[in-house]
């Protein structure tokens, strides 16, 4: 470990060192970080899609997801791009909800979004009450910055796996790479083993 | 799109501060000499790492200021007031220090002179940092495809890069726009307004050229150039954003 010389860093007396992993940074901004344009979609021509590896597509609209049962969670978000988000909460439907009556084989999930973005998790990470499709932010329909009108919230791992936009999820057999993945970032992504690169 | 997959593990190493130069009050251009730089693509990030006495540990990302064609790894740091490791760098580091850097990262927000497509480089603030290393390489690679520079100061002494911004624009193949949206000097005859539907329909390429537009800087200005860009009519797959978010 090289130390910098002069440098005392600033930490911050609000933040429990427990709840922010390594190489992260408490803000209390909520930053944008997209790689394109935000798509702008109404919900009424949302809907989403789980695919691939099962009998059938199932696709449900944007008021059918409102109608299932909806959990709300608080919980911390931790952006790759080194910036942590403590106490966020967020309404929608657990991924247990839509995949309570899909059959398959698959052990990997590809998420995909408007505006073609695309992200890789296992899909033991989408179950167990670890992820859902988020609609609210803080009490209020999410905004189209933030993925509105509907993202993929699975906050215990880097932010990017989160997909904003989300219109639905391909399972597979096989682990495809997603958007970012294939740009070298980590292919899991744990925010406490700081994976944030290939190879981390 | 082709990814470039990064199968290098990046490893931290200790980069020794070489040359310091204040671009503007807020903003410094650090010169860095590394023991292993696999060179990186214009548009590239790097990590920075900084360690207190204690052990205390922060990181930020940096867009890289050099083209590959450079000598030198340089990053440029506008300190943030409130932020925690720009007002080091810019205030503290000194020429002889050392800080920890990993790096390239990034392969999408990146321009190779061999691209054909027209490029619009849409810069707010500090977001020109990483067009200034597309300038520099496509000058000395003598790059294919013509390039767009709209630049959004806030005034004359906020330009970052200002003489070299005006070298560059007398070249074939760059022009540069600059718009100050608080304050011109007197016979100011760049734009002063905010980049809008307006400018960018007078500076950048007709949709049917297919341009392919880059966009970076604060996180609204970047959502507003974008929202405007669309509404012109581009195609949102050709408009590569960076923002830069937090603190």
Known sequence: ???????????????????????????????????????????????????????????????????????????????????????????????????ADIDTSADYALAFSDGGYTTNLPLDDLTGGQAMIAYEYEGEPLTAEHGGPARLLVPHLYFWKSAKWVRGIELRDDDEPGFWERYGYHNYGDPWKQQRYAGD | MEATALRRRLSWQLATVREITAETDRTHSIGLDLPDWPGHLSGQHVDVRLTAEDGYQAQRSYSIASAPTDERLVLTVER???????????????????????????????????????????????????????????????????????YSARSFDEIIYRDELLRIAARDGIDVSITLTRSQPPGWHGYTGRVDAALLRQVSWPPD?????????????????SNALVGLGHDPGRIRTERFGGT
């Open chain 1, 1 to 99: 470990m090289a130390v910098t010389r002069g440098f005392h860093g600033r930490r911050r007396a609000e933040a429990d060192p427990a709840r922010v992993p390594p190489g992260q940074y408490v803000t209390r901004d909520f930053p944008v970080l997209s790689a394109g344009p935000t798509p702008r979609r109404l919900a009424a021509d949302w809907t989403f899609t789980i695919r691939g590896a099962v009998d059938e597509p199932v696709v449900w609209s944007f008021y059918e997801l409102r109608a299932l049962p909806a959990t709300t969670i608080t919980t911390d978000i931790h952006c790759v791009t080194k910036w942590s988000k403590l106490d966020t909460t967020w309404r929608g439907v657990s991924l247990d909800t839509l995949l």
């Open chain 2, 80 to 150: 943030l007031d409130d932020g925690e490791v720009s007002p080091y760098l810019v205030d503290e580091l000194q020429v002889g220090d050392q800080i920890e850097l990993r790096g390239p990262v990034g392969g999408y927000f990146v321009r190779r002179p061999t691209d054909t497509a027209p490029a619009l480089l849409v810069a707010g603030g500090s977001g020109i940092v990483p067009f200034r290393a597309m300038l520099r390489e496509h000058g000395a690679a003598m790059g294919a495809a013509p390039i767009r520079l709209l």
């Open chain 2, 209 to 225: 050229e297919q341009p392919a537009a880059y966009l970076c800087g604060p996180t609204g200005f970047v959502e507003a150039a």
